[in-house]
């Protein structure tokens, strides 16, 4: 029997293996994104589907530690003094937000027939977006850094927050919820504001010596267990004071930003984030009762559309009243349309005591799902419907049948300094980039520059790469660079190519990449400045021509050993300002060592012999 049963479990692991592996990449492919194959694969395989599983809660469960991790993570790229310069977008843009939705939302209740406190309690989990959706839609965009993307992030902490007093509204509004207490009440506040402190507090003054004791340990695995314990027990801890898990994680994730640690904390919890949040998605699939929307289509249908409708038209009037330009209020507005994973919280919240039935959680928890599914759908429409931003090409050649025997790739900083012993030698040289203003600034000082995207193949053969002798790859962006570089030598394997790297990562890649040069953009400068100030302090030129030469080399084995061993191989080379002293000589000596006595000619002679 006990075989039996592991066999059904495993089966089960292959299934939602298999689903996610097979669902992704079509919908990719076919352009509909990532989240949506998780949850159409989730529908599939779930138990109103093929039904391989009959019970989607406890995977769900589980599969929000994968929202709780993803903030974690963004927490640690984002500082305390990112988070309070974000104040004003938190407490005010997000509280707005949240209120003209909510009674916008209940408004939707009212005029359906409903009671007011169905009609606020379907309303109010409604406004609760989906952070894990909107979170990972701004990631494959790129955009969670940029200013309208932390915009977004403001107001998704909001709504965490929100959840605490919803829950204690839905606590009043229950049939004889008035009889609880206001102590009750502070008190429950009281122990929230009591575990983000005590957490804080934990953050500032234990978790930096606690990693740099693990540190110490050299224990990789222990230091993998460890940033899961610090995720899972933040979490823990804002869950047992009535808080949102996700919170806590955000929570540890910025005390930790500052960290030393924080590089390797984000590394070693990206795995079981990227699993566990397409783990999510597949189980808010599963959990889509298709027999309810069987059964009660018509006004599942209704209230999808009136709410994210509505939804969407008071984040539109929010973000414009708050004067933000009509494209980002309305991309936002999009974004932002569904609701989300804590409307199941409080749905199941208000079902316990008695405001809305069973059926009516169902219902609810319907209409949240199909929103969610029709999140990305809805943004794949807004790029048809918005116009593109496009730049005026006045004045400005595109790149076509060009001739030069050398071909540059953006006419930066970088690629204009480049440029100028080619150009002095009388090397005709063609210059591509997909900057207009640059293009304009640069033909008033003599520069012909064409505009082309050097991503682009087509781009490169108009630019004539292929009857270049020689392409230059001079971006100032690390993974544009990286994918130029592959493209061309794809392309043209025999060219030679020679690339600009943003730092050491990218010039690794750009090595694997086939590239024939490259050079790290502040690395030769900052040699120069480093043997400057050596000079300064008045060592001899002669020295300090030989120190930089030692360095160079160092740099040489070090990189040497990161193509072979991974990028945090190859420390030995290195000479810090703290810790144990790397026992090799900063130069090389000038003249071999000699024995003045005997005594030292024995050591030296068993020193030679040894090696």
């Avoid at 999808?304 to 494209?327: C, D, F, N, P, S």
Wanted: include cysteine; charge should be negative; aromatic fraction near 6%.
């Amino acid at each position: 029997m006990a075989a039996e049963a592991s066999g059904s479990d495993l089966i089960q692991v292959v299934a939602l293996l298999a689903a996610g592996v097979v669902a992704v990449p079509i919908f990719k492919r076919m352009g509909l994104g990532s989240i949506l194959g998780y949850l159409a694969a989730g529908v599939v395989i779930g138990p109103f589907g093929i039904g391989i599983f009959s019970e989607s809660g406890a995977i769900l469960h589980v599969a929000e530690l994968g929202v709780v991790m993803f903030l974690f993570i963004i927490g640690l790229e984002m500082q305390p003094s990112r988070l309070w310069g974000l104040r004003r977008e938190i407490f005010g843009l997000g509280a707005l937000q949240v209120g003209v939705c909510a009674v916008l939302l209940t408004g939707v209740g009212v005029a359906g027939g409903f009671p007011i406190s169905q009609s606020f309690v379907a309303g109010a989990g409604f406004v609760l977006t989906s952070t894990a959706i909107v979170m990972q839609l701004l990631e494959e965009r790129g955009e969670i850094a940029s200013p309208k993307g932390q915009r977004i992030v403001s107001i998704l902490l909001l709504e965490d927050l929100a959840i605490v007093p919803l829950l204690a509204l839905i606590a009043f509004l229950a049939p004889g919820g008035a009889d609880t207490s206001l102590s009750e009440r502070l008190t429950e506040v009281g122990i929230g504001l009591a575990a983000i402190v005590g957490l804080v507090l934990a953050g500032r003054y234990l978790l930096n010596p606690f990693f740099r004791i693990l540190a110490d340990a050299r224990a990789r695995e222990v230091m993998t267990a460890a940033a899961l314990l610090v995720v899972l027990g933040s979490a823990l801890a804002m869950q047992l004071s009535g808080l949102s898990m996700a919170m806590g994680a955000f929570l540890a994730g910025v005390l930790l930003s500052e960290s030393t640690f924080r590089h390797q904390l984000e590394a070693d919890i990206e795995p079981f984030r990227g699993i566990l949040l397409g783990l999510f998605f597949l189980a808010v699939g599963m959990s889509l009762d298709l027999h309810v929307v069987a059964a009660n289509w018509r006004l599942i249908a209704i209230y999808v559309v009136a709410y994210m409708v509505m939804k969407t038209v008071g984040i539109y009037i929010v973000a414009r009243v708050l004067k933000t330009g009509h494209r980002e209020a309305l991309e936002r507005a999009v974004f932002m349309a569904q609701g989300g994973e804590f409307a199941f919280v409080l749905y199941s919240a208000a079902a316990a005591v008695g405001i809305i039935d069973s059926q009516a959680n169902a219902t609810l928890t319907a209409v949240v799902i199909i929103s969610m599914v029709l999140t990305p759908l809805a943004i794949i429409g807004l790029r048809y419907v918005t116009p593109r931003d496009e730049q005026s090409l006045d004045g400005v050649d595109v790149a076509d049948g060009l001739t030069g025997s050398v071909l540059i790739i953006g006419f930066g900083r970088f690629g204009q300094i480049a440029s100028q012993p080619l150009l002095l030698r009388g090397i005709d040289v063609s210059i591509i980039d997909n900057d207009v203003e640059m293009i304009q600034a640069a033909a008033d000082f003599g520069f012909k520059v064409y505009y082309g995207d050097g991503t682009r193949l087509d781009i490169l053969h108009a630019a004539g790469a292929g009857r270049a002798r020689a392409v230059l790859i001079c971006v100032d962006k690390a993974d544009v660079a990286v994918r130029i570089a592959q493209l061309v030598k794809a392309e043209f394997p025999l060219l030679t190519v020679l690339a600009r790297a943003f730092d050491r990562g990218t010039a690794l890649q750009l090595i694997r990449a086939g590239v024939d040069y490259q050079l790290r953009e502040t690395f030769e400068s900052a040699l120069v400045f480093g043997g400057s100030a050596l000079e300064s302090l008045g060592v001899d030129p002669e020295d300090v021509a030989e120190t930089i030469e030692d360095v160079r080399r160092r740099d040489t084995d070090r990189f040497e050993t990161q193509l072979a061993e991974g990028i945090r191989a190859g420390q030995r080379f290195l000479r810090g300002n703290i810790g144990t002293p790397i026992p090799t000589p900063l130069s090389t000596p000038r003249r071999p060592g000699q024995a003045l006595n005997e005594e030292t000619a024995g050591v030296l002679h068993k020193s030679e012999t040894a090696d």
